[in-house]
């Protein structure tokens, strides 16, 4: 077998196990109020709390990240991680109570960023004039992941909560075994990407890491208020059914997907930087836009999905491309993935604080999320693009 083909080989296998990994979360954003809200009772508001408390275990797992990367083969660290996940999602199955459910998904969220982050470091392996292309890969992938996942996941939970979480499980087990299959691939893609990682540091085009981790945070925040809250706010406020609130949200991430790759080469021709200023501000407008929308209005709400996930397309490529920058290999990764858990984190627990009390029937609450979270985003965006400019070692594209 050529090196060429080994090559191709070897992204296929890794872009398929990037696929399965990100379906379970999109699956149990969409079905969040079959598991929590009808099954355990609780309001609207808290339920927002089975989403963020991922974080906790994120941040614990943060600190050693670069150390299984030195000690353990990738394989292995995807294998670990995602048989945890699928224990996990298959002991929240049962009825376990509320507060033990969110005390596993602390667990869960740990093994998450070890799963992802060494799977974006691998696919880091390889030049900076390309990385928005592989970026872009990876986008198209994750976001085709989120589509199916909420799709899907929207189908499944109008039928029963445990058979979201059983599948969810499934999916994870099945992740696990693809990994082991494909194992001497992963290893070959670890080599090249320690060397890659090692001559990134040396490079005159070695950026700040913290600008890029402003955009993961905003963009992730954004994620929760369209996939968490605007689901909530489609099947509560509007009353729109889970299975057609997901297809019109899983629609925004397919094409979040289609034009992700795209944009990712449109980076690496203009700069990743100038992509990224143009997609997050039109993303950010029609995230306000949500505010205004009627639930009789099926065109109009059709219509702004798809303004948003043409829109969003190019937030994925442009962040981990510069990420990448850095040098620190699935380090960055992983500090980049912990940062949009974070925003994750926080934008499901302030949507969470703002409406605790008021039942079913919180419009303008859900509006001023919407609208609060637009304003943030922007802002934040440009102290990313502040800092580049201004902290960047060597010259910027």
């Known amino acids: 077998m050529t090196s060429s083909s080994q090559g191709m080989r070897s992204l296929f296998s890794l872009t398929v196990l990037l ?5 379970p979360d999109a699956m149990l954003a969409i079905a969040l109020k079959a598991i929590a809200v009808d099954r355990y009772g609780v309001s609207a508001g808290s339920a927002h709390w089975f989403m963020a408390v991922n974080l906790l275990g994120a941040i614990a797992v943060l ?4 150390r299984f990367w030195r000690d353990l083969p990738a394989w292995k660290l995807i294998v670990i991680g995602a048989i945890v996940d699928a224990a996990c999602m298959a002991i929240t199955a049962f009825p376990i109570g509320w507060i033990p459910t969110l005390l596993i998904r602390c667990v869960e969220g740990g093994a998450d960023l070890v799963t992802i982050s060494t799977l974006l470091g691998l696919l880091g392996a390889g030049t900076f004039n390309r990385s928005g292309s592989r970026f872009g890969l990876a986008g198209f992938v994750m976001m085709l ?3 199916v996942g909420i799709g899907g996941g929207g189908a499944i939970s109008d039928q029963s909560a445990v058979a979201v979480l059983l599948t969810t499980s499934v999916i994870c087990a099945l992740l696990a075994l693809m990994t082991w299959l494909v194992r001497s691939d992963l290893d070959l893609m670890q080599d090249r990407a320690v060397r890659v990682a090692s001559a990134a540091m040396r490079s005159r085009w070695r950026l700040s890491l913290w600008p890029a981790m402003c955009f993961a945070f905003g963009d992730r925040a954004m994620s929760a208020v369209i996939s968490v809250t605007g689901a909530l706010y489609l099947t509560v406020v509007l009353d729109i059914s889970m299975t057609r609130a997901g297809g019109f949200i899983g629609v925004s991430l397919l094409l979040l997907a289609i034009f992700s790759w795209p ?3 449109i980076a690496d021709r203009l700069g990743a930087l100038r992509v990224r200023i143009v997609c997050a501000a039109f993303y950010g407008l029609c995230v306000a836009a949500m ?3 009627d639930s009789d209005d099926g065109q109009g709400l059709f219509v702004l999905m798809v303004a948003i996930g043409i829109s969003g397309a190019g937030l994925v ?3 981990y491309a510069l990420a990448s920058r850095s040098g620190r290999g699935v380090s960055d990764m992983g500090s980049v993935q912990a940062a949009g858990t974070a925003g994750y984190f926080s934008g499901v627990v302030i949507a969470a604080l703002l409406f605790p009390e008021l039942g079913v029937h919180a419009e303008q609450q859900f509006q001023q999320v919407f609208l609060g979270f637009a304003a943030g ?7 990313g693009v502040v800092g580049l400019l201004r902290w960047r070692i060597g010259p910027l594209r």
């Open 377 to 383: 985003y922007l802002v934040l965006n440009m102290l």
């Open 145 to 147: 992941g989120l589509a």
């Open 317 to 319: 490529p442009t962040t």
């Open 291 to 293: 505010a205004y929308l």
């Open 63 to 66: 600190p050693l990240l670069a």
């Open 19 to 23: 696929f399965l990994a990100t379906l």
């Open 263 to 265: 944009a990712g080469l």
